[in-house]
């Protein structure tokens, strides 16, 4: 079974400052992990994913996220906010035999000006 | 990119209503689909696994008989919300899955406000 788990239910950011969005998962086989954006009264958005080709995933819209076996953590960074940035993110994680999707609650992103 | 169009967008009807929502994978086929419920600031709950050609696979402590799901090809899944109650309303999301992308993402429509009154 996988799960994700995301730390920090709310991050706040000022404008142009690094945004970093925490989450670690738990996997009995070789996840792949996905990060997703949601905008209000919207569906899902894919940023980015890992798949096991390479540690380091460039993903939309900036943002990045470094895969860590050792941590078990997929954390989503980008250098710096953009207003727009403000949104819903949603770490999830689905195993190579099975590709449901378990997500974690999510993080609210606001930025300030 | 792949595209996944959900339709309607919202709906507003009356108790015992049965309402129909339409998934499309627009530019891809997709041979599985997944249908979600999301709460107010909640994250996604997943309701079914939609199968092109068989029958749906639900989640426990959903009722295949309220929530129907019909995936006759490989583009479109529908999901119908039999006679609807107030406690029915919510935000529902359909998703497919991509086969021929590595790691088989999920890409999403864009969701359905059902409001029953």
């Known amino acids: 079974a996988q799960s994700v788990t995301q730390l920090g239910s709310h991050v706040s950011v000022s404008e142009g400052a690094l945004v970093l969005l925490r989450c670690n998962y738990s996997s009995s086989v070789p996840p792949y992990l996905f990060w997703y954006v949601q905008y209000p009264n919207q569906g899902l958005q894919l940023l980015l994913k890992y798949t096991s080709a390479a540690t380091l995933v460039k993903g939309i819209n900036g943002f990045e996220a470094e895969f860590k076996k050792s941590e078990t953590s997929f954390h989503l960074t980008k250098p710096s906010a953009h207003m727009s940035d403000a949104a819903e993110y949603f770490c999830a994680v689905s195993g190579s035999n099975d590709y449901k999707l378990s997500f974690g609650a999510g993080t609210t992103v606001t930025v300030r000006a | ?117």
């Open chain 2, 1 to 117: 990119g792949a595209v996944v169009s959900q339709h309607p967008s919202r709906v507003i009807c009356k108790s015992g209503t049965s309402v129909k929502i339409e998934c499309r994978s627009l530019d891809f086929q997709a041979t599985t689909m997944f249908w979600y419920r999301q709460f107010p600031k909640k994250s996604l709950m997943l309701m079914a696994t939609s199968n092109e050609g068989s029958k749906a696979t639900y989640e426990q402590g959903v009722e295949k008989d309220k929530f129907l799901i019909n995936h006759a090809s490989l583009t479109l899944s529908t999901l119908t919300v039999t006679s609807a109650h107030p406690e029915d309303s919510s935000f529902y999301i359909c998703s497919a899955r991509d086969l021929g992308v590595m790691g088989q993402p999920q890409h999403f429509g864009d969701g359905t406000r059902l409001s029953i009154l």
